[in-house]
């Protein structure tokens, strides 16, 4: 009985996976649009955490299932959460009154600096060798194999980024502590 | 197989009923993707129908034995033994008055109850329910839990800042300090069993705690020096994850009218209070996953007691004591909360960190034990008498915000 | 050294204590679940005054004379007495209409210490809600009258005290009554005597003849 369900779950799973790929990937581009054109900085915040929701689940349909994971605890989890404390304790007023040297102009710098940036990625990325030779099967990467290489080859790059961490903790820490005076 | 002939194997009664409707309706024509959504469907459903039943239970039953503790009768009145009361609670809860606060974020206040049920209701997909019985089986399933349980934090903060209250605002971020602080020591601790273990994923944990010692005695990780202290590092990071008492401070009617919560009502403030019960079941349900054995029986000849009944047993017996914790304690204040987390629980549980490397590198044996049981229990005496020391009376230091 | 987190244990284990406690000791669960468990009364509770008759008719048996002392005692001024008139008019000591209305009363008990007639006295009787705000919370006489039996068992020492009272006042009276009659057949006897004193030989032919 097991086997006969696994196999249904195998033959449902190659149909829907584009879809899986593709809805994400448009609510995470409408998500961050809407983080850098809403007015409110609380609901910008919230659109970006959206956005980082969507990335999450765009690693998992792609099948980086320990990445997307990781994002979802670090990025939603943490930095979203120091996002939102910021604003919380500075409380910003209300940004109408700031005026850009560029207000004038409009949309249009913010366009035509898109399209470039969109028609120069397109350009590298078409002329690469990666999108002429064909894809490789992609790589099974159970999380005993991560933790493997983390730990193996790539265990320098893990102690910079660790003591990396550690002192902007402390930094933190030292800044926010009082100075003790007796 | 006889389509029409319910299967007798009363042990694995879950999986066969499932699969024996499925091939009902695949013998009448069931097209196979409509079978898995299907399938998908009748798991789902089980799985939330099971946890809102036990909702309403506990509801219940928490009123009543806080009662008993307290030399008084619960909730007796409606049904037998006062079991019915969580209808009448739903009734009135549903026909509650809606009050939205005119200056509030309407969007974001809307939305905070559903941004907390659904990651409370999203976690009890990896948990090992019986044998074979994982609704999905994830190879990550530990991380899954956690980041998935980071999206409540999200919803605690919407809570507080849509509702345009200060004492909303102010609950809110006690609750994800509170929160965010006690997610280390959880975390840690999760870690420590799987690095023990060797895997992420919670079928492999619970099958790992399957053997049986002296041929009699579990083997279950709690039963160890650096299990037990990092399962009770984790029972009480999953109190303070839960906002239960002793560290209901976000919630507390005499500290902050009732903090991130003051301005919901009705329907909204159910969704909150369920989502705080799921939540603290699929806490119970992990750590009786990582720690208790999970579906493993305690002793060899129980087996024939199906294995979900197992399960459902140690989580209700772990809900039970925190019901318990919470008659017994009083209430924590926020830097007696954060002191805890942050100078104690946390090099506890590196110490269990570092008790269940040695306890694994020393050869699993007796003097493992032995150097597991030192290393945990030194720094606890120690950090233990460091903050319950009593301090000599000098000049208080007076702390002012700026 | 203590070991620290024994407090938390120890209190647990009290809390649990409770806990088994609570289903075997009897004595632990002090809740009255009402309504099926009434509280028991002090005797000395009141709730609102009762007009006492003695024996089996209220109308007859009933102790008020109409004097309308509790009704000008009354601080709330909760009672109103009309006195009874007879067929020709004349007043007669017995009211008419007793209204007291227990939405004003306060239970002061000024109405029972001024009556001269031990007539009017504290019930104790609390499940008095109505349904309607003002015409079922004004008792009248018909549903003030009480027996004797009835306040003899929610108040025993005080109907004893009552009753023993009036019994007592009963046999003076009765006593002044009785020894008026003894002193007033005593004077009868002595005039009579004096008469025959002062004309014995009319008496005499009388007796000889």
């Known amino acids: 009985m097991n086997e006969f369900l696994q196999r249904l779950n195998a033959l449902s799973w190659d149909a829907c996976s584009q879809w899986l790929v593709l809805i994400p990937s448009g609510v995470m581009l409408l998500a961050a649009a809407a983080a850098a054109a809403l007015r409110n900085l609380i609901h910008a915040a919230l659109c970006l955490t959206l956005s980082f929701i969507a990335l999450g689940i765009v690693f998992i349909a792609l099948g980086a299932e320990f990445v997307g994971l990781v994002q979802l605890l670090v990025y939603v989890g943490a930095v979203a959460m120091l996002i939102v404390f910021a604003i919380l304790l500075t409380r910003p007023s209300d940004l109408a009154g700031a005026k850009s040297p560029f207000a004038g102009l409009g949309p249009v710098g913010g366009i035509l600096t898109g399209a470039g940036l969109l028609v120069a990625l397109l350009a590298f990325i078409f002329s690469s060798p990666v999108a002429k030779t064909a894809l ?47 | ?102 200056s509030a974020d309407k969007i974001v206040h809307f939305l905070a109850p559903v941004v907390m049920m659904v990651p409370a209701l999203m976690v009890l997909a990896i948990l090992p329910y019986g044998r074979d019985m994982v609704p999905a089986e994830l190879d990550a399933g530990i991380l899954y839990f956690f980041a998935v349980g980071a999206g409540t934090e999200v919803a605690v903060f919407m809570a507080g800042w849509g509702s345009n209250n200060k004492y909303s605002v102010l609950g809110a971020m006690r609750a994800i300090a509170q929160m965010v602080s006690y997610e280390l020591p959880l975390i840690i601790s999760a870690v420590v069993v799987a690095m023990v273990t060797g895997s992420l994923a919670p079928s492999a944990i619970v099958t790992a705690q399957g053997d049986f010692a002296f041929g009699f005695f579990p083997g279950w990780y709690v039963f160890t020096p650096w299990g037990f202290v990092a399962c009770l590092l984790f029972y009480i990071a999953a109190l303070a994850e839960s906002n239960r008492c002793p560290f209901d401070l976000p919630e507390g009617e005499s500290e902050l009218v009732a903090g991130h919560l003051t301005e919901y009502s009705g329907f909204k403030y159910a969704t909150f209070f369920m989502a705080e019960y799921v939540g603290m079941f699929a806490i119970c349900g992990l750590l009786v996953t990582l720690f208790l054995g999970g579906w493993q029986a305690p002793l060899p000849f129980l087996t024939i007691v199906p294995s979900w009944c197992w399960f459902f047993g140690k989580v209700a017996f772990v809900a039970f004591t925190m019901i318990w914790v919470r008659a017994t304690l009083p209430r924590m204040r926020i830097d007696h909360l954060m002191t805890f987390a942050w100078k104690f629980m946390l090099p506890m549980s590196f110490a269990a960190f570092l008790a269940a490397a ?45 | 050294m203590n070991i620290p987190g024994s407090g938390i244990f120890k209190g647990l284990v009290v809390t649990a204590r409770n806990f088994v406690g609570s289903y075997f000791e009897k004595d632990r669960l002090t809740t009255e679940q009402y309504p099926e468990e009434r509280p028991t009364l002090p005797e000395n509770a009141r709730s609102f005054p009762f007009l006492v008759y003695d024996g089996t008719d209220p109308e007859t048996g009933m102790r008020c004379v109409s004097c309308k002392i509790c009704e000008k005692e009354c601080p709330p001024q909760c009672i109103f007495i009309v006195q009874d008139r007879d ?123």
């Open chain 1, 136 to 182: 490789p099967p992609a790589p099974v990467a159970p999380v005993a194999k991560i933790g493997e290489l983390l730990m193996g080859s790539y265990i320098v790059p893990l102690q910079v980024v660790g003591v990396l961490l550690t002192a902007a903790l402390i930094g933190a820490a030292v800044l926010a502590m009082e100075d003790k005076q007796p």
């Open chain 2, 1 to 102: 197989m006889n389509f029409f002939a319910l299967p007798v194997h009363f042990v694995q009664a879950p999986n066969e009923l499932k699969a024996w409707f499925l091939s009902l309706l695949a013998s009448f024509g069931v097209p196979a993707w409509l079978l898995v959504v299907i399938s998908a469907v009748l798991v789902i459903g089980t799985i939330i129908g099971v946890f809102l039943v036990l909702f309403a239970l506990t509801s219940v039953l928490e009123r009543k034995i806080l009662a008993r503790v307290q030399n008084r009768y619960g909730p007796n009145r409606v049904g037998p033994c006062g079991l019915f009361q969580p209808v009448a609670d739903g009734i009135k809860m549903i026909t509650k008055e809606d009050l939205v606060p005119r």
């Open chain 2, 358 to 402: 040695c306890w694994h590198y020393a050869g699993r044996g007796p003097l493992a034990w032995a150097l597991s049981a030192v290393i945990v229990g030194v720094p606890y005496l120690v950090l233990g008498n460091h903050f319950t020391a009593r301090f000599s009376v000098t000049n208080r230091r007076y702390q002012f915000s700026e």
């Open chain 3, 87 to 209: 067929a020709a008019g004349k007043a007669i000591k017995r009211p008419k209409v007793f209204n007291i209305d227990i939405a004003v009363c306060m239970s002061c008990q000024i109405c029972v210490e001024v009556c001269p007639f031990e007539s009017i006295r504290m019930d104790n009787a609390y499940e008095l809600s109505a349904y309607d705000r003002f015409s079922s919370l004004l008792l009248d006489k018909s549903k003030l009258l009480k027996s004797n039996t009835y306040y003899r068992s929610i108040h025993p020492t005080e109907a004893a005290e009552t009753d023993g009272r009036i019994e007592a006042d009963r046999l003076k009276k009765e006593a002044a009554a009785a020894a008026k009659a003894a002193a007033a057949q005593k004077a009868a006897a002595e005039k009579a005597a004096k008469a025959v004193e002062a004309a014995p030989e009319l008496q005499k032919p009388e007796a000889s003849a």
